[in-house]
């Protein structure tokens, strides 16, 4: 791309480029009048517009779009309530480490500070939850100060996650001559690439080829490292465990991974290595009543992954997959120090629980209510599904139950900030982006409601997505924290047994009701034949979840 453009341009129209040249195929907003500029330019440039019915919903579908596909999630929001409908989007990438660019406009420069309509402090709101919060109040900075935006986003200087930039509607309106406009910022640019010393990767060898008791665990930023990882299996006699960030990476069926018996490897393993995983909450923060005496090997390209809650005794700076290479290739051959007794006790535990597992899924009883068990549902699914099914699962209750019974599959929830709602947004961006394959969406009937009417968005831009309302008739994780922890005292935790089915049917859907545990798969099979579809499947709310009994 040359560094000046033949004629002067339109500061909303240079917005539009920069995406353009930046690869952006499609943007997930709502419209207003502060953005329509950006909004039209977009537009005239063939970028596809997936427009919704909320801005928070926009911002879920990006973030979506970017864990899914690897490239940057554009949303494009109005001034005022339509930037504060996107804090808790922003918030959950956040969290998440996810890169997203939150595009926005506010009032023109002159009626700064005079009470203008929709005129907030959008900058000042976001700069805690964001990598990069900027207005751009000069036209010759907008190329720039995208370039910087999106460099954060990407992680270029640290953590990636959201960042957020807007337009006075002036400054969108105004036009540059050709010598002030720097074109070849919209050219994509290239993260920094580093990775540790040779003396970094020795150390880590050393350790871990010396390891009894060898433990991989993955995380976000290994999800672009899995023949890396596959490579580090054959060479070095292990154990792995994913987690909720990496699930989907490695084939269910591959001798390593031993989800059955998550607990015990974390506290039998001698050395662990982790790889693009911060040591958060699930993880029990890396903690010695978790892990026991381990020692870590910890792996990726950012401060959390490194050093967050338990720094490694052996720290390797760089991208996953080269460093496991660099890793396999330094070992050269050797033959690791694995105790291959617990290796083999191991599997073959893991193996008889997974195989618990199944017979749970198949003949978990009814409830008192006479309501099928969540685990009934999570069968069905386990049997009917494509080996590269999309599963998408959101809500508290069921959301617990789907982490243990759906493993194998590419997998996306509400992450660490717990976000309920994220389940519909997900599902319709991902579809989107493979529309080839099965995508299903697992949502209790309470986290449904907070992005319900994107159904309709689902049906106008022609998402095959399939959604599942385990509908229990309540805030289940809580109701039963009442019943167990504050004296059966139920206040405010249950539901009307809604009609869903009925909603989704109103919106354009295909709908069904489901009561019977046996008519699941034929209603599952029609359901991908029809989709977009919802089906709205009565479960019982007198089991109590995994995440109920073990607490936060």
Sequence with gaps: MSSQPASAEQVSRLVALFLKGRGVDRVYGLCGGHIQPIWDQIASLGIRIIDVRDEGAAVHMAH?????????????????????????????????????????????????????????????????????????????????????????AEGHFGEPGPVFIDFPVDVLRETLAPPLVETSRCAPREAPRFISSPDAVEAAVTLLWSAKRPLVISGRGARRAKEALLRLFDALDCVYLDTTKSRGLIPDDHLAGVPGVRGRVMSEADVVLTVGRSLDYQLGYGSPAVFGEARFVRTGSTWSE?????????????????????????????????????????????????????????????????????????????????????????????????????????????????????????????????????????TGDGALGFNAMELDTCVRHGARTVFLVANNRAWNIDRNDQIMAYGGRIVGVELESGDYAGVARALGLHGENITDSTELPEALARAFDHAPALLDVAVTRDVVSPDALSGL
């Design 64 to 152: 979506a779009h970017s864990d899914l596909s690897g490239t940057l999630g554009v949303a494009l929001v109005t001034a005022g309530p339509g930037v504060t409908n996107a804090v808790t989007g922003i918030a959950n990438a956040f969290m998440s480490r996810v890169p997203l660019l939150v595009i926005s406009a506010c009032p023109p420069r002159p009626q700064y500070r005079m009470a203008a309509l929709q005129d907030i402090p959008h900058v000042e709101m976001l700069r805690p939850i964001t990598r990069y919060a900027q207005t751009v109040v000069h036209p010759r900075h907008a190329l720039r100060q995208l370039d910087d935006a999106v460099a954060w």
């Design 306 to 442: 490194l050093r967050d809650n338990r720094p490694g005794d052996v720290e390797v700076f760089g991208n996953p997959s080269e460093i496991l290479d660099a890793m396999v290739t330094a070992a050269g051959g050797r033959s690791s120090g694995t105790d291959s007794s617990w290796i083999n006790e191991i599997r073959v535990l893991d193996r008889k629980r997974r195989e618990d597992l199944a017979v749970r899924l198949r003949e978990a009883p009814h409830g008192a209510d006479g309501r099928m068990h969540p685990y009934r549902l999570l069968g069905s699914i386990r049997e009917t599904l494509a080996p590269d099914a999309l599963v998408i699962a959101d809500g508290g209750d069921i959301l617990s139950f789907s982490r243990v019974a759906l493993t194998g599959f590419q997998y996306l929830d509400c992450g660490a900030f717990g976000c309920l709602g994220v389940g519909v947004p997900f599902g319709v961006a991902a579809s989107l982006l493979y529309p080839e394959r099965q995508v299903l969406v697992i």
